[in-house]
T-cell receptor, first 115, second 112 residues
Framework: ETGVTQSPTHLIKTRGQQVTLRCSSQ?????VSWYQQALGQGPQFIFQ???????GRGNFPPRFSGLQFPNYSSELNVNALELDDSALYLC??????????????FGPGTRLTVL | GENVEQHPSTLSVQEGDSAVIKCTYS??????FPWYKQELGKGPQLIID?????GEKKDQRIAVTLNKTAKHFSLHITETQPEDSAVYFC???????????FGTGTSLTVIP
């Protein structure tokens, strides 16, 4: 059984640029959620994807967008990067079918630094 | 929305002692409460969870208790070991079920 994987592990961008982060969900999982974790803080929910559609969104602006593919992998896109976007971006998968009362497993994260 | 508070923010214990971390939540509709352990440079790892229809759950040295009336839940680690040193996060699901709200984390240090 393969766990949740994310790429790249680290990324450095400058203000105003755009970035795409990728996530492969754990085998058998159909739901992917993305979280932003600032240094010293708990993860903050960005959005969730189920059946290739957004299924819930946290308090993040529209410049944060995502995709889910038929194989359940997912992308997080962030446009017009700001310094405050510097954080660890975590992907989590589950087989909850769009609800999160089941276990959710996290990947190792992508460390994004915006200069 | 849900608000999860976690205490303490840091905790140091001697090896072999017990550690307790407490969380409170605000949304009475939350029904799933996981605990995660995060080591440096890694993603959070699920260590135990509890659903609202039970009051306590135990897995070897780790236990979680839930008081729905008071809206608080706690993580108990007994016989702590140096490898238990990490940041621990509690979480609660939203009333729609499709997002988790996390506490601010507890940095646990187990002193050999």
């Amino acid at each position: 059984e393969t766990g949740v994987t994310q790429s790249p592990t680290h990324l450095i961008k400058t203000r105003g640029q755009q970035v795409t982060l990728r996530c492969s969900s754990q085998s058998g999982h159909n739901t992917v959620s993305w979280y932003q974790q600032a240094l010293g803080q708990g993860p903050q929910f960005i959005f969730q994807y189920y059946r290739e559609e957004e299924n819930g969104r946290g308090n993040f602006p529209p410049r944060f967008s995502g995709l889910q593919f038929p194989n359940y992998s997912s992308e997080l896109n962030v446009n017009a990067l700001e310094l405050d976007d510097s954080a660890l971006y975590l992907c989590a998968s589950s087989n909850a079918g769009g609800r999160l009362s089941n276990e959710q497993f996290f990947g190792p994260g992508t460390r994004l630094t915006v200069l | 929305g849900e608000n999860v508070e976690q205490h303490p923010s840091t905790l140091s214990v001697q090896e072999g002692d017990s550690a307790v971390i407490k969380c409170t939540y605000s949304d009475s509709a939350s029904n799933y409460f996981p605990w995660y352990k995060q080591e440096l440079g890694k993603g959070p790892q699920l260590i135990i969870d509890i659903r609202s229809n039970v009051g306590e759950k135990k897995d070897q040295r780790i236990a979680v208790t839930l008081n729905k009336t008071a809206k608080h839940f706690s993580l108990h680690i007994t016989e702590t070991q140096p490898e238990d040193s990490a940041v621990y996060f509690c979480a609660a699901n939203s009333n729609t079920g499709n997002q988790f709200y996390f506490g601010t984390g507890t940095s646990l240090t187990v002193i050999p």
